[in-house]
């Protein structure tokens, strides 16, 4: 049993039905709240007590980063299917700095960039060697293990954020050199695909090996727990290509990459990257999509991307929305939408609120009714229950 969460076995078993598109009792939803009696605005500010971007300004400080963590879930419920997870993060595409780019943390973003030529690229790329003398895979290493034997059954480490194949390539040569050599030389672009993602699937398998050899099951910067071997593949790059060059330099990284491991769910980012998406739905070995519309966008949790979720699951893949934005709607689609092949993430102010806007199967009331009257009723409830 795990320290954090009680019904972690519960959690685990609709989890792990729910990869293979089943229900067991009801369906999955994964929420955040702080304990009875805590409330955000009574913790100030987060960062005081846990910064997700710790790591990523202080790269070897895992005891420290462990102790934010584990005060942080102290103070937290993890309700439903939300596992206690720590996530080891470097910034998006930490395998540039396995390459040999050193990493540049500001303002709560880790920016990778080194800049190469076109004729440098591939012996650089070649001769970089996954051993304790490449320093930032040697850390990736030391940092994994650190936190999978502390985690052991009270919360699960995440493998940390990789990065996508294109998008590691362009930290090198920038977007529009590898725009330009991909019409030039495609021959080029491809080899040095190649490397990478033969590299990327050896760090890939050594970390999940650290993570399995301590814990049980696995987990990523996505935040959805499995009892097999899973990730998010992205191409953030794609948001530049048509759709003829995705297929050509993109799509089969993804097939080799989710043919390679258990599970594996889509990370569609921004209105520029939404035409490939018959691409990806073509994808079999593909379980799932994640659909980010994008900074200034309407709201994931809105019906306007309603024929997206709607048109992937037709494909028979399963909608991953996390971070969803209007708790308060998503019983809504949880009806809209098949249960089965829907996974949604929620940071809910206090379980007051969490009872009143929970869709039923949660125990919740869906938002119906009153909410100022909820709530008197309901504390009047636990003031007779605990006798203050």
Not at 70 to 89: D, L
Not at 266 to 295: C, R, T
Not at 369 to 386: A, D, L, P, T
């Amino acid at each position: 049993m795990s320290r954090y969460k009680e019904d972690i076995l519960e959690a685990k078993e609709r989890l792990s039905a729910w990869w293979d598109h089943e229900l067991i009792d009801r369906p999955c939803l994964s929420f955040w709240t702080p304990k009875s009696g805590v409330k955000l605005k009574d913790l100030g500010n987060p960062l005081d007590y846990f910064d997700p971007f710790f790591l990523a300004e202080y790269w070897s400080a895992i005891d420290k980063a462990l102790d934010d963590f584990e005060r942080f879930s102290a103070f937290y419920q993890f309700g439903g299917e939300a596992i206690p997870r720590f996530f080891p993060n470097y910034g998006a595409g930490i395998m540039a700095s396995v390459f040999g780019i050193e990493p540049k943390f500001q303002t709560r973003t880790v920016w990778f960039q080194r800049e190469t030529s076109v004729k440098e690229i591939i012996n650089l790329l070649e001769e970089v060697k996954l051993n304790d003398n490449n320093p930032w895979y040697k850390r990736l290493i030391q940092v994994t293990e650190t936190a999978a034997k502390r985690g052991a059954s009270n919360f699960c480490v995440a493998i940390t954020d990789l990065g996508g194949i294109l998008d590691i390539l362009s930290s090198f040569l920038g977007p529009i050199k590898v725009i330009v050599t991909m019409k030039r030389n495609p021959d080029l672009i491809n080899a040095c695909r190649m490397v990478i993602l033969e590299k990327w699937m050896s760090v890939y398998a050594v970390l999940q090996d650290i993570i399995q050899k301590y814990g049980e099951g696995f987990n990523s910067w996505m935040n959805i727990w499995c009892p097999k071997r899973w990730y998010p593949l992205q191409s953030d790059f794609s948001a530049f290509l048509n759709p003829k060059w995705f297929k050509e330099f993109v799509l089969p990284d993804i097939k080799y990459q989710a043919e390679h491991i258990d599970y594996s769910i889509y990370h569609l980012d921004g209105l520029d990257a939404l035409k490939h998406l018959d691409d990806i739905l073509n994808i079999d070995s593909l379980d799932g999509i994640q659909w980010v519309p994008g900074a200034g966008k309407p709201l994931r949790s809105s019906d306007q991307w309603m024929f997206i979720y709607k048109k992937i699951q037709e494909a028979g893949k399963s909608v991953i929305i996390d971070n969803f934005e209007q708790p308060e709607r998503v019983a809504h689609f949880y009806k809209v939408l098949d249960p089965k092949l829907l996974f949604t993430t929620l940071v809910i102010p206090d379980n007051v609120r969490a009872a009143f806007i929970l869709p039923t199967f949660m125990g919740g009331l869906e938002g119906k009714g009153n909410f100022r009257e909820f709530k008197r009723e309901y504390r009047g409830k636990r003031i007779n229950k605990n006798g203050e």
